[in-house]
């Protein structure tokens, strides 16, 4: 039967190990991120919990000047719904890492969780073909597409570059041309992308004779290069 193996052992998992859901539910959640807030790769890689934060009835992720391009400080506020992904991870995040690890990280490895995930190109792949996406795009145009989102809604400029954290005003200027039918694809695919594994997994809570599903969300040997 086609597997992963488990750390420290010969032995492969079956596809529905919870281990396996994990991985996907990681990879999944990540990418909600990004398409969210627009952060870069390497910020949502190297998101810890001391990151968020409470403010009246919203949560904040705010990424310190000394993990941003332009080093400075970047908040943003977060959705509700993700907000509610966000808390149903979290002890499944925080039951993978050491308790000495500081900071915990928000998407650790599974084969070394003191560390966090350093790749999600591999999860694009396979999300890239459930999405029919071009071959050539690219993480970094989901964040090409939150800035030609909020700039089509009458964003100030100034306020869309702060928000993503743009080293120069003239990237957030160069991004204000490129609103066009591709970038609406793009986000239509993606959106499509997750709302049908949203579906698959609200489809498996709502049967109470499945308790784990036969066939993992996004094969755990497809998620990141620590398998």
């Given amino acids: 039967e ?34 969210e807030t627009g952060a870069r790769s390497g910020e949502v890689m190297k998101a810890h919990w001391g990151q968020f934060d409470w403010l009246d009835d919203r949560l904040i992720w705010t990424v310190a000047s000394t ?7 970047i908040a943003r506020a977060l959705s ?25 990280w928000l998407f650790p490895k599974y084969r070394d969780p003191s560390e966090p995930i350093d790749s999600l190109h591999t999860a694009w792949d396979v999300i890239k073909k459930r999405a029919n996406l071009r071959h050539t795009d690219r993480i970094h145009d989901l964040r090409h597409t939150v800035d030609t989102m909020v700039l089509r809604r009458g964003v100030p400029l100034a306020n869309v570059g702060e928000y993503l954290g743009h080293s120069t005003p003239l990237s957030t200027r160069r991004y204000a041309h490129l609103v066009n039918d591709r970038q609406t694809e793009l986000n239509d695919m993606m959106s499509g992308a997750i709302k049908k594994i949203r ?3 609200n489809s498996r809570r709502r049967s109470p004779a499945v308790t784990a599903p036969s066939q993992p969300i996004i094969e755990a040997h497809q998620l990141d290069d620590d398998a």
């Fill in 80 to 104: 509700s719904e993700l907000a509610e992904r966000l808390d149903t991870w979290k002890p499944f995040s925080l039951g993978l890492q050491p308790s000495t690890n500081d900071p915990k």
């Fill in 67 to 73: 993990g941003t391009k332009t080093a400075r400080p």
């Fill in 199 to 201: 579906s698959g997994e």
């Fill in 2 to 35: 086609a597997g992963w193996r488990r750390p420290g052992s010969g032995r492969r998992c079956r596809a529905g190990s919870p281990a396996r859901r994990l991985r996907s539910r990681r990879a999944v959640l990540a990418f909600h991120l990004l398409r």
